[in-house]
Nanobody, 124 residues
């Protein structure tokens, strides 16, 4: 089982930036795809971004494409989410997750270990 700890959330004004980090331990980190999801109050958890085991392939939800960037450092067992041009609609709890395999998927069913989440609040 892998343990994930997210950090970097906070309160930011619209148009601002935040960088989320997710530190992993307990499994061979570099063997799995990684993803970021978010959940706003009263809504289902939704896909934000994912990255392949090597970092060579990345995938984004249409709502964040061009504003968010996912990356990973396998030597540090850490995955990042750089968020720019933030909007109030980006307000949510953000979760990182480890994929079940090396194959990148964009649904929650494709991930079997989750962090506790970090709150991102964007004010207008």
């Amino acid at each position: 089982q892998v343990q994930l700890v997210e950090s970097g959330g906070g309160l930011v004004q619209a148009g601002g930036s935040l960088r989320l980090s997710c530190a992993a331990s307990g499994r061979t980190f570099s063997s799995y795809a990684m993803g970021w999801f978010r959940q706003a109050p009263g809504k289902e958890r939704e896909f934000v971004a994912a990255i392949s085991w090597s970092g060579s392939s990345t995938y984004y939800a249409d709502s964040v494409k061009g504003r968010f960037t996912i990356s990973r450092d396998n030597a540090k067992n850490t995955v990042y989410l750089q968020m720019n041009s933030l909007k109030p609609t980006d307000t949510a709890v953000y979760f990182c997750a480890v994929g079940r395999t090396i194959v990148v998927v964009t649904t929650t069913l494709g991930y079997d270990s989750w962090g506790q989440g970090t709150q991102v609040t964007v004010s207008s």
